[in-house]
């Protein structure tokens, strides 16, 4: 049996989208239910993928299909392609199964010739409009099938416009429309060697396989590659019999919304234009007017479009886009799509639906996309005001959010400014621990240097602040105090924005969008965790941290980095004493005036977490990061010290490294200081004592960091339980807390069975565990990271997006080693990619029993979590939380 290759539109269905393109299927769909819709034909991907092995030919048999369908087609509209008595004019159009950026366009008025236009001004009685049609269907044509460059064509018009002093294109008369058809014609001859095709078929023909051609152009294929589109679906070609908006006032055209896009408000939302093409609403040559004012206007046809925008909204179970055409006193229908929403939209229309019975909470819940969340819980910049302001240069999308003000280089201007009433922005090459409380204050962060993992971004998606790091074209001299791009010199005090979620930096001012968190939002999130069966928790380091967190839903803490607390003001002091200390006798006296700050910071957080899970990590960092390096300021500390500047400077030398990161750090520390740990352990027994005494529940989780070796945690464990069985026996209390490491260097991933003999949990630290397995460092590798996804190296940047294919390997093996010697092992995660969607359904996929992230991203890993439950359709397979 042969292949069907063509399918007129009452052929398709809206399930047949592989077969038809989505727009072919669409408008198939649309036929049957009864719509008026213009009628054509659609040719299959299946034809194009034959006409890619059939080295670029289409081959007879796919001819002949054409041919019976247009035949076919002629006869239904009683009208005939390239006929000097009323012609059939066709729009040809690209329609793959997902809409794709790079693919042709759209030909309109294919047909038109120099016999056509006079059936067509005989038909429509206006020269002029024929003329125009003709003019423009040589132009597209042109363009979009022939490649020729659209700059000759319009520089025909603007030379004809200019001539006769012209402002709009609407001004060019009959006359001359009919000469520039005569020079469109030239210009082709002169790029293509042929004249303009007169012939109505072989214009078709070219067209046709101007649509298949575009499926391999490079921005098709760079598009394909980076949204994991294959590339032998192929693409459809649509075939529509032209309808004109443009012959007079009963005629017209628009687009609208079944619902407001912006707030998803039940009321259409939309514009026309009486006496007009399509491209006219697209140009902006003349205002449009809102869609609700066609009551007035056409009584009749207001009512049928309503009719069927409700009908089609019902049908599809979704907000539509609809395109439609009015020609003559009749409503044809041109397209429908899904419609693309804001969040805010997004939410409320899936909750109507679910409210009204239209789609179930599964089908809302998979409707969302998960980081769309983001835009409901920062505030955003008005995009009208956006279009105002010059985008000066473009970093990380390091935390979400936008934040406008005056630029500071300094964390103690930011802080004195910030006092003083004004917003403020800190700029710096990167962040150090000692910028926090300039980081607090500001409204928003600007780095030169570092990536997604760097000090600034962690910190700053923590405080849910927005921040746009490693914008290296910007030239940060934080001595001279000021930036310089190119030959502009921004200076401190003068006004910049930046967008976390886009990683753009504006220069001057922008007018903001607050977030709003409305009814729907919750309602829909409690479906979500309806849904849900991982938990999820928070990285958090204050109780303030906590306290948001639990706001958006967080079930306990996943990780408390504790070295963040050592950088605030008062503590400073003695962390220093501690670090310079070359004896334990005077460290440990150091550790005694920071034991009660580390207590009152325990307790706040057990507080703040009333009853859940605490996970809190000892200290990790190199201890070097908490000293000064300049000399002023070391010869400043000297003297507070009551130290000689030269042995303080000599301590600071000592402690530094070649590669902090893999140095002194982690659990080496607690290994060569035991003091630190015990210090830290009884800090947090004693916090957990206070808050017990208070009636709170407190559950304590001691995690060990980057233990690469069982014999680490062998050696730290007891000295940890030791000292807070000590504290709790001396206060009568039994609190339970469990002991367990982070996994984060691949030697644990391997040896993960030994390890989780000595371990109650294991929490994997995905940036460490990025950085060690591929061995790029977190605070350098933003200089080729983005060169490496540019590439095709990378897909993304794995400190972003997990690396399931090799550094989920060790996850996948850590967990299975893991589990085989300690079945009642806890697995969370509490890298950065905690809240990551897809990073969250391969966590949910290896059986963790949380995620752990950010405050701000907790409900979009909490959206995550369902989707990947739905996702595996385990319904019916209940998980222990
Ligand atoms: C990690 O390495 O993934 C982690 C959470 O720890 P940190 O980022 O503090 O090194
Ligand atoms: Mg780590």
Request: proline share 4%; glycine share 8%; net charge negative.
């Amino acid at each position: 049996m042969s292949t069907k290759f063509v399918y007129s539109f009452d052929e398709g269905n809206k399930d047949m989208k592989s077969l038809l393109g989505g727009k072919g299927a669409n408008l198939a769909e649309m036929t049957n239910i009864g719509l008026p819709v213009p009628q054509g034909f659609t040719i299959t991907t299946e034809a194009c993928n034959d006409y890619y092995e059939n080295d670029l030919k289409i081959k007879q048999e796919i001819l002949d299909q054409i041919d019976q369908k247009l035949e076919q087609l002629e006869k239904e509209q009683g009208k005939k392609l390239g006929s000097d008595v009323n012609p059939l004019l066709v729009s040809v159009r690209s329609g793959a199964v997902f809409s794709m950026p790079g693919m042709m366009d759209t030909i309109l008025n294919l047909g038109l010739n120099d016999t056509s236009v006079n059936g067509l001004i005989e038909a429509t009685g206006n020269e002029r409009f024929s003329y125009d049609s003709y003019r423009r269907f040589i132009q597209m044509f042109s363009d979009v099938a022939m490649e020729i460059p659209k700059y000759k064509f319009e520089s025909v018009l603007d030379n004809a416009k200019e001539a006769k002093g012209y402002e709009v294109d609407t001004d060019l008369t009959t006359e001359d429309l009919k000469e520039i058809v005569v020079k469109f014609k030239e210009i082709y001859k002169k790029e293509i060697g042929e004249d303009f095709p007169q012939e109505p078929k072989k214009q078709l023909m070219l067209a046709i396989e101007a649509v298949f051609r575009s499926w391999n152009n490079p921005r098709a294929i760079v598009y394909r590659r980076l949204n994991d589109i294959p590339n032998d679906l192929g693409t459809a070609v649509n075939i529509q019999s032209m309808v004109f908006g443009n012959m007079g006032d009963t005629s017209g055209t628009g687009v609208a919304f079944t619902r407001n896009p912006a707030t998803g408000e039940n009321k259409l939302f939309g514009e026309y234009l009486i006496n007009a093409q399509g491209e006219d609403v697209v140009a902006g040559i003349r205002t449009p007017n809102d869609i609700n004012t066609l009551q007035e206007d056409m009584p009749e046809i207001f009512e049928e479009f309503l009719n069927i925008s409700e009908s089609l909204e019902k049908h599809y179970r979704d907000m539509q886009d609809i395109e439609f055409t009015i020609e003559k006193g009749n409503l044809y229908i041109l397209q429908t799509r899904s419609g693309k929403r804001t969040a805010k939209a997004a939410i409320n229309v899936v909750v109507d639906l679910v409210n009204n019975g239209m789609i179930t909470k599964e089908e809302a819940i998979m409707r969302i996309e998960p980081e769309q969340l983001d835009q409901l819980l920062h505030p955003t910049f008005n995009p009208a005001a956006l279009k105002e302001v010059k985008v000066l240069a473009k970093g990380l999308p390091a935390s979400p959010g936008a934040a406008t003000g005056k630029v500071y280089f300094h964390a103690d201007d930011v802080v004195a400014h910030a006092k003083a009433g004004e917003k403020t922005l800190l700029v710096r090459q990167e962040t150090s621990p000692e910028d926090i409380e300039g980081m607090v204050s500001s409204e928003g962060i600007l780095t030169a240097r570092g990536g997604m993992t760097s000090h600034a971004a962690v910190v700053a998606r923590g405080m849910g602040k927005c921040c746009v790091a490693g914008c290296g074209e910007l030239n940060v001299d934080e001595r001279a105090r000021e930036i310089r791009v190119g030959d502009l010199v921004i200076k401190e005090g003068d006004y910049l924005s930046i967008d976390g979620s886009t990683g753009s930096v504006y220069l001057g001012s922008v007018e903001m969008t607050s977030a709003e968190v409305g009814g729907s939002f919750s309602v829909f999130m409690g479906w979500v965790d309806e849904i849900r069966d991982m938990l999820v928790r928070t990285n958090a380091d204050n109780p303030r941290d906590a306290k948001k967190a639990i706001e958006f839903g967080a079930e306990g803490i996943g990780l408390c980095r504790t070295e963040h607390m050592f950088f605030e003001e008062e503590r400073i002091p003695a962390v220093r004493e501690m670090i310079v200390a070359d004896n334990v006798e005077d460290r440990e006296k150091a550790l005694e005036k920071l034991l009660p700050f580390q207590r009152g910071d325990f307790h706040g957080i057990f507080e703040a977490m009333d009853g859940k899970p605490c996970n809190i990590r000892l200290l990790d960092p190199p201890l070097h990061e908490f000293l000064p390096h300049e000399d002023e300021a070391i010869e400043e500390l000297a003297k507070k010290m009551n130290i000689r500047p030269s042995d303080l400077k000599k301590r600071v030398s000592d402690l530094d490294e070649f590669n902090p990161m893999l140095g002194h750090r982690g659990c080496r520390l607690a290994v060569t200081y035991p003091e630190i740990c015990v210090m830290q352990a009884r800090a947090i027994a004693q916090g957990a004592i206070l808050a017990n005494k208070e009636g709170i529940k407190v559950i304590p989780e001691i995690m060990v960091p980057l233990v690469g070796t069982v014999n680490e945690l062998k050696l730290l464990r007891p000295i940890i339980e030791d000292t807070m069985n000590e504290e709790f026996e001396k206060a009568g209390v039994e609190i339970p807390y469990t002991v367990g490491t982070m996994i984060e260097i691949p030697r644990a991933c391997i040896t993960a069975d030994e390890i989780a003999e000595v371990a109650d949990f294991f929490s994997f630290g995905t940036n460490d565990l990025t950085q060690m397995g591929f061995g790029y460092s977190r605070d350098d590798a933003g200089k080729f990271l983005g060169e490496y996804v540019e590439k095709g190296i990378l897909e993304k940047d794995p400190f972003q997006v997990l690396d399931q294919k090799g550094i989920g390997k060790f996850v996948e093996m850590a967990v299975k080693l893991g589990r085989q010697t300690n079945e009642s092992l806890k697995l969370g995660i509490c890298g950065e990619h905690g809240g990551e969607p897809s990073s969250v359904e391969f966590c949910y996929n290896q059986g963790l029993n949380y995620v752990s992230c950010s405050p701000f991203r907790v409900p979009i890993a909490r959206l995550a979590a369902a989707q990947a439950r739905i996702k595996k359709e385990s319904g019916s397979v209940h998980r222990d939380k």
